[in-house]
């Protein structure tokens, strides 16, 4: 079982940056593949960020390549989102999640945090 708490979500301008934090509790989060989504209003839950079990790969979506970075620190059980030049349709609910295998799919993920807000203003 892994228990994932989100945190670091507010309100930001555009161009502007944000850092949020997923805290595990656990055993398994060393051998969880990580991931971050998130969810607009009307919209379906996406893929954003993911990252290996040595955090040595990480994989983005288009729309957030080389403007947000995922990092992971086995040690502390923690895995981050660092947010750059954010625009107004980065606002979603960002969640953490956890998987078993290594996966972009939503459907593949067994744990989700309960999701921390972003919002960003023009």
């Known amino acids: 079982q892994v228990q994932l708490v989100e945190s670091g979500g507010g309100l930001v301008q555009a161009g502007g940056s944000l850092r949020l934090s997923c805290a595990t509790s656990g055993r398994t989060f060393s051998n969880s593949f990580m991931g971050w989504f998130r969810q607009a209003p009307g919209k379906e839950r996406e893929f954003v960020a993911a990252?290996?079990?040595?955090?040595?790969?990480?994989f983005y979506a288009d729309s957030v390549k080389g403007r947000f970075t995922i990092s992971r620190d086995n040690a502390k059980n923690t895995v981050d989102l660092e947010m750059h030049s954010l625009k107004p349709e980065d606002t979603a609910v960002y969640y953490c999640?956890?998987?078993?295998?290594?996966?972009?799919?939503?459907?593949?993920?067994?744990?989700w945090g309960q999701g921390t807000q972003v919002t960003v203003s023009s």
């Open positions: 999640a956890a998987s078993r295998v290594t996966t972009i799919q939503l459907r593949e993920y067994d744990y």
């Open positions: 990252i290996t079990r040595s955090g040595a790969t990480a």
